[in-house]
């Protein structure tokens, strides 16, 4: 039951904005977001619980709509430091937090100057 | 407290030997994962402790790896006779959880692992 994120690549100017989908077929709890760079730890963004639930942080945003099972992170005017590998990690909805994420394949974003 | 901490960073043996590596949590936290991450993928759960007591094991956890963590504080991952489908990232994750809260996974740096 791994969620599909999309797309699996994008390239974006500095400035841009872009979207990243997370996608499952399985009731999900909650939403994770992480970002990781090449040759490290991938690094906390946000959470998401509740169904409809927005988040944002600095220019990075993120919703969970639990009755299509999805969520999108949301980054605004991109920079450079935004360049990345960016993972959404689902938890089960079993009535509870399990702690068990299971992870996307990941979508690389490639920010230039 | 710096975060999570992974030791050793790398990681090269040849086919059949034990390997072992160590996982220093964020101190207090009281729960403590590892994953596996190959090339391309997303970070895939192996095992995780709540304090010592281990409390779930991914299907893709084969009887050659075995995780302890005794005190409750830091964790060994180990891997037997190991193969070359093993040559991957481990990475460990710690978090402080407690009823049914939502919980933030802090990951360390990994241990990168080539088997020869």
């Known amino acids: 039951q791994q969620p599909v994120q999309s797309p699996q690549a994008v390239i974006l100017r500095e400035g841009e904005d872009a979207v990243i989908n997370c996608s499952s077929s399985?009731?999900?709890?909650?939403v994770h977001w992480y970002r990781q760079k090449h040759g490290e730890a991938p690094i906390f963004l946000m959470i998401?619980?509740?169904?409809?639930e927005q988040k944002g942080h600095d220019k990075i945003s993120a919703s969970f709509n639990e009755k299509k099972q999805q969520s999108s992170l949301y980054l605004t005017a991109s920079q450079l430091s935004y360049s990345g590998t960016y993972f959404c990690?689902?938890?089960?909805?079993?009535?509870?937090?399990?702690?068990?994420?299971?992870f996307g394949k990941g979508t690389k974003l490639s920010v230039k100057p | 407290d710096t975060g999570v901490s992974q030791n050793p960073r790398h990681k090269i043996t040849k086919r059949g030997q034990n390997v072992t590596f160590r996982c220093d949590p964020i101190?207090?936290?009281?729960?403590l994962y590892w994953y596996r991450q190959t090339l391309g993928q997303g970070p895939e759960f192996l095992t995780y402790?709540?304090?010592?007591?281990?409390?779930?094991k991914s299907r893709l956890l084969s009887d050659r790896f075995s995780a302890e963590r005794p005190k409750g504080s830091f964790s060994t991952l180990e891997i037997q006779r190991t193969e070359q489908g093993d040559s991957a990232m481990y990475l460990c994750?710690?978090?402080?959880?407690?009823?049914?809260?939502?919980?933030?996974?802090?990951f360390g740096p990994g241990t990168r692992l080539l088997v020869l």
């Open positions: 399985k009731a999900l709890y909650s």
């Open positions: 998401l619980l509740k169904g409809g």
């Open positions: 101190s207090e936290h009281n729960r």
């Open positions: 994750a710690s978090s402080f959880t407690w009823g049914l809260s939502l919980e933030t996974q802090y």
């Open positions: 402790f709540q304090n010592e007591a281990q409390l779930e």
């Open positions: 990690g689902t938890e089960r909805n079993y009535g509870g937090s399990q702690g068990n994420l299971i």
